[in-house]
């Protein structure tokens, strides 16, 4: 029995991914915590088996979260590392944006909620009302009690 040695295009995709993912590798354990160079043409390269590719990085680098992403991942015949990078990147911007909106309502909540215990508490059921309809006078009243704006304290970090 003869056995031929010639190369299908399955292997040699598979081969190029794990090039790709060599490359990202060696390059993310060189600069530490950040990206890899996105500009270097490997990272470039089509990557024809997606989710093969993403069960060798969980499996290489011990996350999980890797091939659990691809079934998030639009079912393309094919992508390249920077593309699946950009949508990997874009959904946890996405759940942050989520994550501090919810926790700011929450902050928020509890500020206003101090600050109408405290008016109640001095009699002051009417500033309440006006604090409603003016947000110039809310901020007043959040001054003089010393209740932190959350808002304008980002914009001065920013």
Same mark, same amino acid.
């Given at each position: 029995?003869?056995?031929?040695?010639?190369?299908?295009?399955?292997?040699?995709?598979?081969m190029q991914a794990c090039k790709v993912v060599?490359?990202?590798?060696?390059?993310?354990?060189?600069?530490?915590?950040?990206?890899?160079?996105?500009?270097?043409?490997i990272m470039q390269k089509r990557i024809t088996?997606?989710?093969?590719?993403?069960?060798?990085?969980?499996?290489?680098?011990?996350?999980?979260?890797?091939?659990?992403?691809?079934?998030?991942?639009?079912?393309?015949?094919?992508?390249?590392?920077?593309?699946?990078?950009?949508?990997?990147?874009?959904?946890g911007l996405n759940r942050g944006i989520v994550?501090?909106?919810?926790?700011?309502?929450? @902050?928020?909540?509890?500020?206003?909620? #101090? !600050?109408? *215990?405290?008016?109640?508490?001095?009699?002051? =059921?009417?500033?309440?009302?006006?604090?409603? @309809?003016?947000?110039?006078?809310?901020? #007043? !009243?959040? *001054?003089?009690?010393?209740?932190?704006?959350? =808002?304008?304290?980002?914009?001065?970090?920013?």
């Open positions: 029995m003869r056995i031929s040695h010639s190369r299908s295009p399955a292997p040699l995709a598979i060599a490359r990202f590798f060696k390059q993310f354990r060189l600069r530490g915590d950040s990206f890899p160079d996105m500009q270097d043409p088996h997606v989710l093969d590719l993403m069960r060798l990085m969980s499996a290489y680098s011990g996350d999980p979260r890797f091939e659990a992403s691809a079934q998030n991942l639009p079912q393309t015949k094919e992508t390249t590392m920077l593309k699946m990078l950009d949508r990997l990147e874009e959904r994550q501090g909106r919810a926790e700011g309502r929450a @902050e928020g909540r509890i500020d206003m909620n #101090l !600050l109408y *215990a405290q008016l109640f508490k001095q009699g002051r =059921a009417a500033d309440v009302q006006r604090a409603v @309809e003016d947000p110039e006078f809310l901020k #007043l !009243l959040m *001054a003089e009690f010393g209740i932190k704006d959350e =808002a304008e304290n980002d914009g001065a970090q920013a």
